[in-house]
């Protein structure tokens, strides 16, 4: 059991990352960080551009943007390890820094680094402020308007749900259950034929023109939707669906609070 | 033994040999009349994907089979997918994917010739497709570069640059032609760069004007921002092709999303001109009259879909209309004289709103813009529609769209007091896809038909004949009864319709051409 639910959360934690790299995709090309290399940079830009430049490199009242500088970005695209940048270094309004080349390099790295950051996939991607709710309403939510209580128990199949979750993957998973690559319940397709005769199983795919299920047994069956053929579907996460029209934000601020006290 | 003997001399000729029946006249597209072409991305300029053949139609629909089928081997960084939609032009197909160009026999999806460009990188999504001006073909490169080409030999004539690919630019759009211009949109919405229109010469390629998203400093409109620097970055990106009204001389696109995209807390006010639907006069590059389907947008939720343009009747007067199914699950219906909303209605399901101003203009939720700690919002950030050509038949007076109703929770990741790039992001979700008619007077549904499962979106052809083709949500081109919805014919493909699909008339024989994944497909009606 304990294997299975490791599993289940490495699945899931897998299927956000899938997701991530989809999206990681858009930016093309790359430019890779060595991150020891960005870390020196971060070190020499501390101690000698945020004065100007700003902490976060965005710029001040006193110095421009960096992230937005063209020259930055061309030494990002290009991975030329500032050697173009080494001039402005010199030459620059109020700047007389000699770098060393390997010096330069690491302020390039850390400024790529602050580039990729705040692109499409970047940060860390996880939400920081999930524990905003209040616990007391989201138990309410749970035993009555939310109707979960019909489904779920606290001390059932719920105990311990804190633990098993971060808080933001246990949000995701209540509102969209069936949401990602592993998918635990699968949807129930019962199909029946003109003859009267039915099968029923995992839903494997459905479209217009036929229906494919896998049975009990393991046996997997598909069929032609000609004239006369009916196919159910019954999702078992419906009732989560019927939530997402109800839900105010605070339910799910609230109710986020609450099902991470159960721990 | 013919097949043999050509394939062995086609191997010992240059890839720039002619089809047998070719040296092409110099074109001018007959844009009025879709029979024996299809050179434009939409066909025509109206944007309607709406063919005056009907030799395929609900009765014989049934019989249309495959007659050809032309598969992509070669690619840059991952891009096979076709979404361009292929130009016909004289008998030859032409069709692109990122830094890629084909041309190929519509009669057989015989390859005439290829064009690689050597790309120096960008992102490589996908790339809409080409424009032909008689013996000259223009397409985008993913590096930010417009080059023609000579359809007769595949050779380059020229490039030029059309933006910086340092700054995460990068070309996608389908060119379209206007008298002497070469009009053409820009991609890239992972950092905070402004979105633009450049027009250039169709002989030189040198640049007759560019037109950013945004207003100039000082302007009214301008005081949409809190100052210059956010609106000098603040996105408009133009990622599809746009429509044209010759008469009129003015030439419709909308703008993509704000940047940065999630956190708009740094940009407060309406942002124009991103989210927009733009009126230029294309000779001059100047901003006719604007609506903006999406103020403050903290959704991703571009209002580039196609504006179509539609001669109609509303209230026993004929109008010049422009429709557009927004992203962000609105239909708008503009006088395209001056801009002037005259429907403003949801068409798929969504949350995000209190109303709508005065203009027709739906009003922001600030409660529905991305939370540290979330906020559930429909539609989800692929948006109610999207790229995906819609189609408007004049014959049945509706309005194509593939609909998708949907929720995801959107996140402020970053609160940087200047958040930059994207700074959030939506997770999650839920989805239910749809085919969706719209009557074009009121916004009101048809018919819908939802397809058994989620999945992937296409683009819509109809035509004379009383039909509809598009892709369903896994792996069939289906055709429907415009008028009712029931649907008549499918074909399985392998791969989601990834593009719009077109229809041409050849020999007397009616094609109808649609691609999935890296294969383009021919059907015929014998």
Known sequence: MRVKKRFLKFAYAASLLCLGAASSRAQFPQSPVDPASAESGSKIYAGSCARCHGEDARGTETAPDLLRSLAVLHDRREMLYGKELAPLMTAGPNHNFKFSEKQLADLSQFLTASVNGILRSGYNAQPTNMLSGDAKAGEAFFNGAGGCGKCHSVTGDLAGLGKRYAPAALQQKFLFPNYGLFIRHKVQATVKLPSGKTYSGDLVHVDDFTVALREKSGEYRSFTRIAGTTVTTVDPFAAHVDLLNKYTDPDIHNLTKYLVTLK | ?526
């Open chain 2, 1 to 526: 033994m013919k097949l043999l003997t050509a394939s062995i001399l086609a191997l010992f000729v240059s890839p720039v040999m002619l089809p047998a029946q070719a040296t092409p006249e110099p074109v001018k597209p007959n844009l009025a009349k879709l029979t024996d072409s299809w050179p434009t991305y939409n066909g025509d300029y109206s944007g309607r994907r709406y063919s005056p053949l009907a030799k395929v139609n609900t009765t014989t629909v049934k019989q249309l089979s495959l007659a050809w089928s032309f598969r992509v081997e070669t690619t840059t960084g991952g891009g096979k997918r076709i979404s361009a939609t292929p130009l016909e032009v004289n008998g030859v197909l032409y069709f692109t994917v990122p830094s890629h160009v084909w041309a190929v026999d519509a009669r057989n999806g015989r390859k005439l010739w290829q064009f690689n460009w050597a790309s120096k990188g960008g992102e490589s999504i996908g790339n809409r497709g080409a424009a032909v001006l008689g013996n000259t073909l223009y397409f985008e490169t993913e590096d930010c570069n417009l080059v023609a080409i000579d359809i007769t030999t595949g050779r380059e004539k020229w490039h030029a640059s059309i933006g910086n690919p340092d700054q995460f630019y990068f070309g996608s759009v389908a060119p379209v032609i206007v008298k002497n211009h070469v009009m053409v949109g820009i991609s890239g919405d992972d950092f905070d760069i402004p979105g633009y229109i450049e027009a250039h010469d169709p002989e030189t390629g040198a640049l007759q004007w560019r037109w950013y998203s945004h207003p100039n400093p000082g302007e009214p409109e301008a005081k949409t921002w809190p100052n210059d620097e956010a609106m000098l970055h603040g996105g408009g990106m133009t990622w599809v092709a746009g429509t044209y009204d010759p008469d009129l001389n003015l030439y419709y696109f909308g703008t993509g999303n704000a940047q940065p995209v999630i956190n708009g807390t740094a940009r407060p006010g309406a942002n124009l001109y991103t989210s927009t639907i733009c009126a230029l006069n294309p000779d001059t590059g100047k901003l006719v009259w604007y609506f903006q389907p999406n103020p403050h947008d903290s959704h991703d939720w571009d209002a580039v879909q196609t504006p179509v343009l539609i001669d109609g009747v509303i209230a026993g007067r004929k109008r010049k209309l422009l429709a557009q199914a927004s992203r962000n699950g609105w239909y708008f219906l503009l006088d395209r004289t001056d801009g002037k909303a005259l429907v403003s209605t949801p068409f798929a399901k969504q949350n995000w709103t209190l109303g709508l101003d005065a203009k027709g203009t739906p009003i922001p939720n600030p409660a529905k813009m991305a939370q540290p700690n979330g906020a559930l919002v429909a539609p989800n950030q692929s948006g109610a529609a999207n790229w995906y050509p819609p189609s408007f038949n004049p014959a049945t007076g509706l309005f194509y769209v593939p609909a998708y109703d949907a929720y995801s929770v959107y996140y402020i990741y970053d609160n940087n007091k200047k958040p930059e790039g994207w700074a959030g992001n939506d997770r999650g979700g839920w989805s239910r896809a749809s085919l969706r008619a719209i009557d074009y007077k009121t916004g009101k549904v048809r018919w819908n038909h939802e397809w058994p499962s989620t999945g992937g979106r296409s683009g819509i052809l109809t035509t004379a004949g009383n039909l509809l083709f598009t892709g369903d949500t896994t792996s069939n081109l289906v055709a429907f009864n415009a008028a009712t919805g029931a649907v008549l014919w499918h074909a399985g493909l392998g791969s989601i319709v990834s593009n719009g699909p077109i229809t041409y008339e050849l020999d007397g024989l009616q094609y109808v051409v649609a691609a999935a994944g890296d294969t383009l497909y021919g059907f015929v009606l014998h």
